[in-house]
């Protein structure tokens, strides 16, 4: 039997692609934070891969110019700051949740919705690194769409995604659409979908 293997936000890029936007969208980026932060590049309809597969590291974004002093060895400097570890590094500084995995996220979104001043302006924070990653791919690529998966974005996408899309008005030329996904169900449509174009040679729909 044929088999097709691939990363897996690209097949959360992809299932994206065919089934959670409109027709006409040509350019579509998933960006996907969880443990690790990547992104998933849809060009043209058709996955970007890059050279050797590492198209969408953005995890390895450098965020400052102090970055440039000090190596990242198996995280990058943007996901040491907005992965699950950099973000329960920056709720501890706090003195929020010290709850294990993502109960700490869980509550800092809710103690911000209820005006909590720290966790707020935690979340504000984040939005903002968030921002200048989407400025990065959105000045580069230009895509229509810019889906917010991961489970960061699965708790905190009601806060996060409107005050993203606030601070880059303005900022650049050409601010792309925003949407959150369900990056574990897209997951599996893509490996689907993937199996379907790869074997088939045809851009059949899972539905």
């Known amino acids: 039997m044929p088999v097709a293997i691939e990363n897996d936000v690209n097949l959360i890029a992809l299932a994206a692609h065919r089934r959670g936007v409109e027709d006409g969208v040509q350019h579509l980026v998933a960006l996907v934070a969880d443990i690790g932060v990547g992104a998933g590049l849809v060009l043209g309809g058709h996955l970007h891969r890059g050279r050797l597969g590492t198209a969408g590291e953005v995890g390895y974004l450098l965020m400052e110019r102090r970055s440039l002093d000090r190596p990242w060895p198996g995280f990058g400097d943007l996901e040491s700051s907005v992965g ?70 699965q708790l905190g996408g009601d806060l996060l995604a409107p005050a993203i899309e606030s601070r880059l008005q303005g900022r650049i030329p050409l601010v792309p659409r925003l949407m959150t996904i369900d990056s574990d169900e897209l997951q599996l449509t893509g490996a689907a979908q993937l199996a379907l174009e790869s074997t088939a040679g045809s851009a059949f729909i899972v539905r």
């Open 84 to 153: 699950l570890n950099g973000i329960r590094g920056r709720i501890a500084e706090i003195g929020g949740s010290d709850a294990p995995g993502y109960a700490a996220l869980e509550s800092l979104f809710t103690d911000a919705r209820r005006g909590e001043p720290r966790s707020s302006s935690l979340v504000r924070r984040l939005a903002d690194d968030f921002a200048l990653v989407v400025a990065d791919i959105a000045v580069l690529i230009s895509p229509d769409v810019v889906a917010l998966g991961g489970r960061t974005f």
